[in-house]
């Protein structure tokens, strides 16, 4: 189910939150601007009780956790409520215990060798972070013909004035970032703007 409704939104919102209290109201601008989708970040103290208020309030937002290096982060982030996990790199425990959790993971990775060692295991989709210092699009293209069966959400850098590059890849299932969710929107309270920029990308995303 994650990875449908990833699929069909094609976007997934980086969300780092530093008060929990500010979770409901970001979430709702996101789903307000029709990106139902929140990766809430690990990086900060607030993102367990963040994930958890936002999926409780938000049940049909799919709500994942970000960021996570380790199964303890994995095991409190699924325990709150998040039904997906992402890493900007590949774990090994990470990976068994979304499996055993029946739990989407989207490893990070960049290289060739990265890719082989994070798909042997049977995972599909991988984040590209950060997108554009490692070639952008034009390295994904070429990634496409040795890695056909894979799908790739690319991260960092991206925004509304390159998003529709991205997405016109074939093997780029979705594109994640924060430029909606930026820290200063958050900090000072601009839901609106938020669901504002949202309703753009979202506009874009629907032509792919």
């Known amino acids: 189910m994650s990875y449908e409704i990833i699929k069909r939104i094609k976007i997934v919102p980086v969300v780092k939150i530093e008060n929990a209290a500010d979770a409901v109201a970001v979430v709702g601008a996101l789903e307000a601007g029709g990106i139902p989708v929140a990766e809430i970040t690990f990086r900060t103290s607030a993102a367990e009780e963040a994930i958890k208020a936002a999926a409780e309030r938000f049940p049909d937002s799919l709500i994942g956790a970000g960021t996570v290096?380790?199964?303890?982060?994995?095991?409190?982030a699924v325990a709150a409520g998040a039904k997906f996990i992402v890493s900007p790199g590949f774990s090994d425990r990470v990976d068994a215990f979304c499996r055993e959790a029946k739990i989407l993971y989207i490893p990070g990775a960049v290289t060739p060798t990265e890719i082989m060692r994070a798909t042997e295991g049977g995972n599909r989709i991988i984040k590209f972070f950060p997108a554009t210092v490692f070639g952008g699009s034009k390295a994904l293209k070429a990634l496409g013909a040795p890695f056909?069966?894979?799908?790739?959400?690319?991260?960092?850098?991206?925004?509304?004035?390159?998003?529709?590059?991205?997405?016109?890849?074939?093997?780029?299932?979705?594109?994640?970032?924060?430029?909606m969710v930026r820290d200063s929107?958050?900090?000072?309270?601009?839901?609106?703007?938020?669901?504002?920029?949202?309703?753009?990308?979202r506009a874009i995303a629907e032509e792919f």
């Not at 690319?154 to 093997?171: M, Q, R």
């Not at 929107?185 to 990308?201: C, P, Q, R, T, W």
């Open 185 to 201: 929107l958050i900090a000072e309270g601009k839901f609106d703007e938020i669901a504002e920029i949202s309703k753009k990308a």
């Open 69 to 76: 290096v380790n199964d303890i982060q994995a095991a409190r």
């Open 148 to 179: 056909g069966g894979i799908e790739f959400i690319p991260t960092g850098g991206i925004d509304n004035t390159n998003l529709a590059e991205f997405l016109s890849l074939k093997n780029v299932l979705a594109v994640g970032g924060s430029w």
